[in-house]
């Protein structure tokens, strides 16, 4: 539980911080490394994906997170990415 609740905040701290698109590669690069959560190839694959892949560019966070954690990851990893934006709109 712990586990999913750090990566969560991880890739919500990245998003925050960001402006959007590659924004927060360098911040999930440098944390998930760092916890051995992703590997240099799974950034590369991950980013692949998101240049081929319709649609915005920030996508390339849900198919990282797809790749270093498996199907909750990817769904932590849209809620964090969905988050930040619809919490403005409400605002």
Do not use: R
Request: charged residues 5%.
């Amino acid at each position: 539980m712990i586990y999913w609740c750090l990566f969560f905040l991880t890739v919500l701290k990245a998003v925050l911080f960001s402006t959007g698109g590659f924004g927060p590669l360098p911040s999930l690069h440098t944390d998930f490394l760092a916890n051995g959560w992703a590997t240099e190839k799974q950034f590369a694959e991950a980013i692949a994906i998101g240049q081929i892949a319709p649609g915005p560019n920030g996508l390339w966070v849900v198919s990282l997170t797809n790749l270093s954690g498996g199907l909750i990851g990817a769904l932590l990893g849209a809620i964090a990415l969905i988050l930040p934006p619809f919490f403005i709109l409400l605002v």
